[in-house]
């Protein structure tokens, strides 16, 4: 079958982007033998001599005990993958109560992105607990009857433009849990993100929670990997789980050092990456709608009336001219409109946001009249 138009000058875009060395969204790209030789750097900063061994002791424990500290947590535990890590801690928490049901949004990475593992490996039932662009509060709790095995919280809603509920509202949140006597898990894959949104330090964020997952390769460039944060019988149990489902790869070393990098050099940029974003928002046009309107992190959604070949055709001249990667657009739900995810990594903070607004707003203007 032919490649459609859309489809391939999105896949020139990202081939384009990149080559560059600046980026709006993004990552900067690293060959394979750029990233190990930084892993390579990041082990003789660190002073990382030791290998893990089954995901046990080396960087790995290392890895674990900074979490733990920095989260004011009991424990934690290295995983290799989100998805495994988010399942396991379900499991978990819905064989102690006793009840296959969880309360979790309609879109939340489990639904959408998971092809039915939750189900399929663990026999969950679903309630949903938000719908669409909406923030979890209480009263969508109080909507729900019956017991529940657990409640989950992604922090921030991806697929809502990183949308983020107000302090008090997860308070409230975390409080009718625990009324109600359910556990409420949070799937904080951005949660070094989300931090300066709720302006409180991790530990206080942490503590509002039962459990919570974080990942290492988005907002902190790591290579892969993620970790489940909590009390030290559920962390005992989640590594139990984390076995059985081969997560006890033999190493795991090179995943846990640039996620070590990561915390070390990513996570004191990150407040800079979401003020920057908001500038670039406030410096789009009116024709360009933001969500949400003001960024919640570093990441947000944009839509437009316009073409996604006609954008893209425009955006891929800016990106060769230039030399500075843009994300591709494409068709939205709503006729006549498209839409693209801005994701501002450090790659990004030595260009001018309002700068780069104009450029975004060039690239769309001649399709919009």
Same mark, same amino acid.
């Given at each position: 079958?032919?490649?459609?138009?859309?489809?391939?000058?999105?896949?020139?875009?990202?081939?384009?982007?990149?080559?560059?060395?600046?980026?709006?969204?993004?990552?900067?790209?690293?060959?394979?033998?750029?990233?190990?030789?930084?892993?390579?750097?990041?082990?003789?900063?660190?002073?990382?001599?030791?290998?893990? /061994?089954?995901?046990?002791?080396?960087?790995?424990?290392?890895?674990?005990?900074?979490?733990?500290?920095?989260?004011?947590?009991?424990?934690?535990?290295? /995983?290799?993958?989100?998805?495994?890590?988010?399942?396991?801690?379900?499991?978990?928490?819905?064989?102690?109560?006793?009840?296959?049901?969880?309360?979790?949004?309609?879109?939340?990475?489990?639904?959408?992105? #998971? #092809?039915?593992?939750?189900?399929?490996?663990? @026999?969950?039932?679903?309630?949903?607990?938000?719908?669409? /662009? #909406?923030?979890?509060?209480?009263?969508?709790?109080?909507?729900?009857?019956?017991?529940?095995?657990?409640?989950?919280?992604?922090?921030?809603?991806?697929?809502?433009?990183?949308?983020?509920?107000?302090?008090?509202?997860?308070?409230?949140?975390?409080?009718?849990?625990?009324?109600?006597?359910?556990?409420?898990?949070?799937?904080?894959?951005?949660?070094?993100?989300?931090?300066?949104?709720?302006?409180?330090?991790?530990?206080?964020?942490?503590?509002?929670?039962?459990?919570?997952?974080?990942?290492?390769?988005? @907002?902190? @460039?790591?290579?892969?990997?993620?970790?489940?944060?909590?009390?030290?019988?559920?962390?005992?149990?989640?590594?139990?789980?984390?076995?059985?489902?081969?997560?006890?790869?033999?190493?795991?070393?090179?995943?846990?050092?640039?996620?070590?990098?990561?915390?070390?050099?990513?996570?004191?940029?990150?407040?800079?990456?979401?003020?920057?974003?908001?500038?670039?928002?406030?410096?789009?046009?009116?024709?360009?709608?933001?969500?949400?309107?003001?960024?919640?992190?570093?990441?947000?959604?944009?839509?437009?009336?316009?073409?996604?070949?006609?954008?893209?055709?425009?955006?891929?001249?800016?990106?060769?001219?230039?030399?500075?990667?843009?994300?591709?657009?494409?068709?939205?739900?709503?006729?006549?409109?498209?839409?693209?995810?801005?994701?501002?990594?450090?790659?990004?903070?030595?260009?001018?946001?309002?700068?780069?607004?104009?450029?975004?707003?060039?690239?769309?203007?001649?399709?919009?009249?």
């Amino acid at each position: 079958m032919a490649v459609m138009p859309s489809d391939d000058l999105a896949r020139r875009i990202r081939t384009a982007s990149r080559s560059c060395p600046d980026a709006v969204s993004g990552q900067v790209f690293r060959s394979p033998a750029q990233a190990f030789a930084d892993l390579a750097r990041s082990c003789a900063e660190l002073g990382i001599e030791e290998w893990d /061994f089954y995901g046990e002791s080396g960087p790995v424990g290392r890895l674990e005990s900074e979490l733990v500290e920095l989260f004011g947590v009991e424990g934690a535990a290295f /995983f290799p993958s989100g998805i495994m890590a988010q399942q396991v801690a379900l499991r978990v928490h819905t064989d102690r109560a006793g009840i296959r049901r969880v309360a979790l949004p309609d879109l939340s990475h489990l639904l959408l992105h #998971e #092809e039915d593992g939750p189900r399929l490996l663990h @026999g969950l039932e679903i309630s949903i607990l938000t719908r669409g /662009f #909406e923030a979890p509060a209480a009263r969508h709790l109080e909507a729900i009857p019956g017991r529940l095995g657990a409640v989950l919280a992604e922090l921030p809603l991806r697929e809502a433009g990183c949308l983020l509920p107000a302090w008090d509202d997860l308070a409230e949140l975390s409080q009718a849990c625990r009324a109600r006597g359910v556990v409420l898990h949070f799937d904080g894959a951005r949660i070094w993100e989300s931090q300066p949104w709720f302006g409180r330090p991790l530990p206080e964020i942490a503590a509002l929670a039962d459990s919570l997952y974080v990942s290492f390769y988005k @907002g902190l @460039g790591g290579m892969a990997g993620a970790a489940l944060l909590g009390p030290a019988g559920f962390i005992a149990e989640a590594r139990l789980w984390r076995r059985r489902q081969g997560g006890t790869v033999y190493h795991l070393t090179a995943e846990a050092v640039s996620a070590l990098a990561g915390l070390n050099d990513q996570l004191p940029t990150v407040a800079d990456t979401v003020a920057w974003a908001r500038t670039l928002a406030a410096g789009l046009p009116s024709f360009i709608a933001v969500q949400p309107g003001v960024p919640h992190t570093n990441q947000f959604l944009a839509y437009a009336a316009g073409n996604a070949d006609a954008v893209n055709k425009q955006l891929l001249a800016l990106i060769e001219e230039r030399h500075i990667g843009f994300p591709a657009w494409r068709a939205a739900q709503e006729p006549g409109r498209i839409t693209t995810e801005f994701a501002v990594s450090r790659a990004a903070l030595k260009l001018d946001p309002a700068q780069m607004a104009a450029l975004v707003a060039a690239a769309i203007a001649p399709t919009v009249a």
